[in-house]
């Protein structure tokens, strides 16, 4: 069974921070760019963060750029969203997706219209 396993969420008072991983299962990451995305209540999903295959290209929202670092470790096919300097407004269940793209792309894309496959979700709730 295919599957995309989001962990690492959780309460984290404003200024702290929280490491994110998403886990794949039943195929290797290897082949696809991966996406980081988030919805809070009431809102639409929104892109957070993608890295590309090879993991050279990244991108971030402009909300998080500075305070987010996406990674990957083909090795153990799992990416990871590191967030420092968390702020009220990080609050949102986070997903990650997945969409295969040609060996050496450096596409690194931040809608949710490019993406196949998605995960579950893992809830941030940032609070004092």
């Known amino acids: 069974q295919l599957q995309l396993v989001e962990s690492g969420g959780g309460l984290v008072q404003p200024g702290g921070s929280l490491r994110l991983s998403c886990a794949a299962s039943g195929f290797t990451l290897d082949y696809y760019a991966i996406g980081w995305f988030r919805q809070a209540p009431g809102k639409e999903r929104e892109g957070v963060s993608c890295?590309?295959?090879?993991?050279?290209?990244?991108n971030y929202a402009d909300s998080v750029k500075g305070r987010f670092t996406i990674s990957r470790d083909n090795a153990r096919n799992t990416v990871y969203l590191q967030m420092n300097s968390l702020k009220p407004e990080d609050t949102a269940v986070y997903y990650c997706a997945t969409v295969p793209v040609p060996p050496a792309s450096s596409w690194c894309p931040m809608m949710t219209t490019d993406f196949a496959s998605w995960g579950q979700g893992t809830q941030v709730t940032v609070s004092s």
């Open positions: 890295i590309s295959r090879t993991g050279r290209r990244t």
